[in-house]
């Protein structure tokens, strides 16, 4: 044991199957795509690469199920995800040592952001609808009504898996919306999980539908079908214009939830020291493997050198190791492409003369996809190491020479996810936080409120529409205005 409530093969793996129209199906003629824990290179599942007949099975049912889901009030629909909210607080440890062992996430980490957090992000968006006006009458007497938009084809990455997903389900089903979920081919299993609590919990068969496979393949297919209503997609700026063309040639709705290169500002009046050790915090959750990350730090121009040393410190104390372990505090990428990718940024920024503490292969591993967290300083606002979302533990310094200049290189990225500023003054943190194009913008490393309602998205390639709260629950809603309903002549 490694002091963990649960051992890792005390979880139950889900086995290769889809989970369509409340059914589980295993249909043994399928092609099936091996899940690696990053950590072991070792097989530790497998789903199923889903077929034309799959998939197309999964639309109707979610068509199918449309019509009596929709028509079921809000509170029927918020009681059904205050059960699945409760079962994901009872089931939340095995949840997320799943996850740790599909993203090499430590434990620690998967315990809050693939467990707790999603629960209370499923709780805040159930008091949302609650709270929701779903028909009411404007001041012209026109009476408003808010329908769900319909079928929603949910695809989701791999990188915070549970909440990625709960984020689009939670809302989709609180409106009334069914939906036809893919996971990502890295981490489908905790999907299939969520679906059986999904099922325990008592959602009708169809509302939620779970299909497998690679997204060249099964996402490709999903996204070419004329079964959804509402495509709702997170993951990479390339996948998501090419499904936001799809869907805009259809004149489908599209959510994209994209990528990021966000900045870190700090100002002359703030305290370095928290602000460079927040930063490289923020910045290695997840092995970096975070859209909202902090990868650019930018600190007055004489003080790089001493936020340089700080930043080092800092990233040097990380424990690499097992995820399951308690001491570890940093695991490994979430796969061997992945793993080459950051160090093929760091190899090659090196060649260009940038100078990078760490980023190499971690030692000591027999088997794991392991880096060590980098910073780099000495390197050009144009580097790709600069501009392009790495997606690792790489932590980029460049110097600013005062408040405009901090603006114009913070907003010099094709993204706008977040932003995170510091400074000792409330109003030049305001005006700085002001004048950043980010969708968020954390001020003195302030994290999530609780509840956790704040809209997430981005500005930008960033994306196109919000996550959370309100503003999530819009998205997958339409708007009726009735004419004349209570008209008096
Ligand atoms: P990805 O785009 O490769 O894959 C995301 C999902 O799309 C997966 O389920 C994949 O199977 C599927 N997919 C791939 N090709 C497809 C196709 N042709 N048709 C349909 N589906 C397809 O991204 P990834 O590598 O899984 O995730 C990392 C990326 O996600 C990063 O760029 C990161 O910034 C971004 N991300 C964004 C947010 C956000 O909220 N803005 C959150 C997390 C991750």
Not at 147 to 169: D, R, S, Y
Not at 252 to 267: C, F, N, Q, Y
Not at 413 to 440: C, F, K, M, N
Request: hydrophobic share 45%; with cysteine; aromatic share 6%.
């Amino acid at each position: 044991m490694t002091g963990t409530e649960l051992a890792p093969d005390t979880v139950v793996v889900p086995d290769a199957r889809l989970y369509i129209d409340g059914r589980w199906s295993s249909p043994s003629d399928r092609e099936l795509v091996p899940v690696h824990n990053p950590a072991t290179e070792q097989v530790i599942g497998s789903v199923i690469e889903c077929t034309r007949a799959d998939i197309d099975a999964a639309f109707a049912a979610a068509r199918q199920a449309l019509g009596p889901w929709a028509a079921t009030t809000v509170e029927h629909r918020a009681e059904l995800l205050d059960a699945l909210a409760d079962a994901l607080h009872d089931r939340g440890e095995e949840l997320a040592v799943l996850a740790s062992m599909e993203i090499g996430m430590p434990l620690t980490e998967s315990r809050a952001v693939q467990a707790a957090f999603p629960e209370s992000v499923l709780r805040s968006i159930v008091d949302v609808a609650r709270t929701t006006r779903w028909e009411y009458d404007d001041e012209s007497g026109t009476t408003i009504v808010r329908e769900p938009v319909g079928v929603v084809l949910a695809i989701t990455p791999w990188n915070f898996p549970v909440h990625q997903i709960i984020a689009k389900l939670a809302p989709a089903l609180a409106t009334g919306c069914t939906v036809v979920l893919k996971p990502a081919e890295l981490t489908p299993l905790n999907a299939l999980f969520l679906a059986e609590l999904c099922d325990a919990a008592g959602i009708p068969a169809g509302v939620v539908n779970v299909v497998t496979g690679r997204g060249s393949t099964t996402g490709e297919m999903l996204v070419q079908s004329e079964g959804y209503d509402l495509v709702s997609f997170t993951g990479s700026l390339t996948v998501g214009k090419h499904i936001g063309q799809v869907a805009g040639g259809r004149v489908i709705r599209a959510t994209l939830e994209l990528g990021g290169k966000s900045p870190a500002v700090v100002l002359d009046d703030a305290d370095l020291e928290i602000a460079v050790r927040t930063t490289v915090r923020n910045c290695f959750t997840n092995a970096g493997q975070k859209c909202n990350a902090p990868t650019r730090l930018i600190v007055p121009d004489g003080e790089l050198a001493r936020a340089r040393e700080i930043a080092v410190a800092a990233a040097a104390s990380y424990v690499l190791g097992d995820p399951i372990d308690p001491s570890t505090t940093m695991g490994p990428l979430a796969s061997a492409a992945q793993r080459d990718k950051v160090l093929g940024y760091l190899d090659a920024a090196r060649a260009r003369g940038a100078t990078v503490a760490g980023g190499v292969r971690a030692d000591g591993f027999d088997a794991g996809y392991y880096v060590t967290p980098a910073i780099v300083t000495d390197v050009g606002e144009n580097d790709p190491v600069v501009t392009d979302e790495i997606f690792g533990p790489v932590l980029v310094l460049l110097g600013h020479q005062g408040f405009d200049d901090a603006v114009r290189i913070a907003n010099d990225t094709p993204y706008g996810l977040s932003a995170e500023v510091w400074s000792a003054d409330p109003a030049l943190a305001e005006a700085l936080a002001r004048h950043i194009a980010a969708g968020q913008v954390r001020i003195n490393g302030v994290r999530s409120p609780q509840p956790p309602v704040a809209p997430f998205g981005g500005y930008k390639a960033s994306g196109i529409g919000r996550e959370l709260g309100r503003f999530g629950l819009d998205e997958y809603l339409e708007t009726k205005a009735v004419l004349g309903l209570h008209h008096k002549s």
